[in-house]
């Protein structure tokens, strides 16, 4: 216990320095963290589905949505066709092949 109160701060003036520092710490984590998460590409995501269909959120380009409902309908041996989008998301029935039109 003695080595931890010779770190503490003795003053007013010293107090607030020694808590700006303990707060700056956290902070520029948090900051580079949030930063780091802007720079970091977007993913195409399967958000939800069944045999179906899929939901897929999206960033930009809607043609990069259908590989991922492709995969994921094939689980059902079924292939995708687009019902709507809204809201970045694409919306994807999950049909039979013979039932899908051409």
Known sequence: MPDEAANLPRNKDEWRSWMTR??????????AALLGGCSAPHRDTVMQGDANGVT?????????TLPLARQF???YERVPVLH???????????????????
């Open 22 to 31: 303990s707060a700056a710490k956290p902070l520029g984590l948090m900051l």
């Open 56 to 64: 897929v959120n999206y960033f930009g380009d809607l043609a990069e």
């Open 73 to 75: 309908c094939a689980r």
């Open 84 to 102: 709507e989008t809204k809201n970045e998301n694409a919306y994807y029935f999950c049909v039979k092949p013979a039932d899908a039109p051409h």
